[in-house]
C-alpha cells in the first residue's frame, strides 16, 4: 500500500520561509515523477511544481516560479518543496502526489497517490 507522508507546513508571516517534505513508502519511489499541489478555500486544487524521476528536470507554476525550487532524495524516498519569499496568496493546503511514470506532469490525473495534506499559512 502506498503511503506519502507530508510535514513542515505551519504558519509563516509574508516574506518568510517554510520546507516541505513528503515520506514515500510502499512503491518504488525512485522511478517516478513527483509534484507538489495545492488548494486553497474555495479554489480547486492547483499545480505548483514537479520533479522527473532523476531529480534533473524540474517545473513550476508561474504563480511561484524563482521563490520555490522542488527537490527530491531518492535514497531517503523524500520529495521536498523549499517555498521563499511567502506572500498570503500561497496560503492553501498543500499536497505531494506520486506520477504513474518518470517524467513529470501538471495534470493532477497523470497522479495516482496523494498524501493527506499540509497545511500552510501565510499572514501579512
Known amino acids: 500500500q502506498v503511503q506519502l507522508v507530508e510535514s513542515g507546513g505551519g504558519l509563516v508571516q509574508a516574506g518568510g520561509s517554510l520546507r516541505l517534505s513528503c515520506v514515500v513508502s510502499g512503491r518504488a519511489f525512485r522511478n517516478a515523477a513527483m509534484a507538489w499541489f495545492r488548494q486553497a478555500p474555495g479554489k480547486e486544487r492547483e499545480f505548483v511544481a514537479h520533479?522527473?524521476?532523476?531529480?534533473?528536470?524540474?517545473a513550476y507554476a508561474d504563480s511561484v516560479k524563482g521563490r520555490f525550487t522542488i527537490s527530491r532524495d531518492n535514497a531517503k524516498n523524500t520529495v521536498f518543496l523549499q517555498m521563499n519569499s511567502l506572500k498570503p496568496e500561497d496560503t492553501a493546503v498543500y499536497y505531494c502526489a506520486v506520477a504513474r511514470g518518470p517524467y513529470g506532469s501538471s495534470a493532477p490525473t497523470d497522479f495516482d497517490s496523494w498524501g493527506q495534506g499540509t497545511q500552510v499559512t501565510v499572514s501579512s
Open positions: 520533479i522527473g524521476w532523476s531529480g534533473g528536470r524540474t
